[in-house]
């Protein structure tokens, strides 16, 4: 990923690797035994993504990225918390990624699982409270604005998440001001492998 040099080229790079892996035309870049054993020096990610822990959502392979590119935090829903937050200020900060993507996906059971208990008006006993407490304001947020559907709600997740991230993070906050980091919020469709975007944040 050489040929990128800001946040929004990254992203359109990105879409394109994505593009290939959609239509079964991947090219497996930075993916050798030299590549492999140049990284014992380091990394450079052009890329912090927080996703998904779903098995169906292999981030690096659905952008068709290789070895380094991508510094990846996956939690069931892609929620936030303290360690994912310092994830992403690690990546920002240390690794100077240009671009911050958090990306939903289609059909996730962990915003399912917030989404029917909102519905329902009753919380999971177990561990998975966890995560459906910290999803289930972005159900309340997308039905409260009409957007009540699933696919609606994967969507809205991401983007408040995304904007929860720039408002957490300082040094992202920053970056996104002055136009050194970028920030994404994206949704993955299982059916056609496609990645969408649902906001940007590229100052211009």
Same mark, same amino acid.
């Given at each position: 990923?050489?040929?990128?040099?800001?946040?929004?080229?990254?992203?359109?790079?990105?879409?394109?690797?994505?593009?290939?892996?959609?239509?079964?035309?991947?090219?497996?870049?930075?993916?050798?035994?030299?590549?492999?054993?140049?990284?014992?020096?380091?990394?450079?990610?052009?890329?912090?993504?927080?996703?998904?822990?779903?098995?169906?959502?292999?981030?690096?392979?659905?952008?068709?990225? *290789? %070895?380094?590119?991508? #510094? &990846?935090?996956?939690? @069931?829903?892609?929620?936030?918390? !303290?360690?994912?937050? +310092?994830?992403?200020?690690?990546?920002?900060?240390?690794?100077?990624?240009?671009?911050?993507?958090?990306?939903?996906?289609?059909?996730?059971?962990?915003?399912?699982?917030?989404?029917?208990?909102?519905?329902?008006?009753?919380?999971?006993? *177990? %561990?998975?409270?966890? #995560? &459906?407490?910290?999803? @289930?304001?972005?159900?309340?947020? !997308?039905?409260?604005? +009409?957007?009540?559907?699933?696919?609606?709600?994967?969507?809205?997740?991401?983007?408040?998440?995304?904007?929860?991230?720039?408002?957490?993070?300082?040094?992202?906050?920053?970056?996104?001001?002055?136009?050194?980091?970028?920030?994404?919020?994206?949704?993955?469709?299982?059916?056609?492998?496609?990645?969408?975007?649902?906001?940007?944040?590229?100052?211009?």
């Amino acid at each position: 990923m050489t040929d990128t040099t800001t946040p929004a080229q990254v992203w359109e790079t990105l879409l394109s690797g994505n593009d290939r892996f959609a239509t079964d035309n991947v090219l497996h870049p930075n993916s050798t035994v030299e590549r492999r054993l140049e990284l014992r020096d380091g990394q450079a990610p052009v890329a912090a993504v927080l996703a998904c822990s779903d098995s169906r959502v292999p981030v690096e392979l659905l952008f068709d990225a *290789g %070895l380094g590119d991508m #510094f &990846v935090i996956r939690t @069931a829903g892609g929620c936030v918390d !303290a360690a994912v937050s +310092g994830s992403v200020d690690f990546a920002v900060s240390s690794l100077g990624v240009k671009l911050v993507i958090v990306l939903s996906h289609e059909a996730c059971g962990a915003i399912g699982a917030a989404y029917t208990a909102v519905e329902q008006a009753e919380v999971p006993l *177990g %561990l998975q409270r966890v #995560f &459906v407490e910290k999803i @289930a304001p972005s159900v309340i947020w !997308a039905k409260g604005h +009409g957007k009540g559907e699933r696919d609606d709600v994967e969507r809205e997740h991401a983007r408040i998440t995304a904007q929860h991230l720039i408002d957490r993070i300082p040094a992202l906050q920053d970056g996104a001001a002055d136009g050194t980091i970028g920030v994404v919020a994206a949704r993955y469709s299982l059916a056609d492998g496609r990645v969408e975007t649902v906001s940007e944040h590229f100052a211009r």
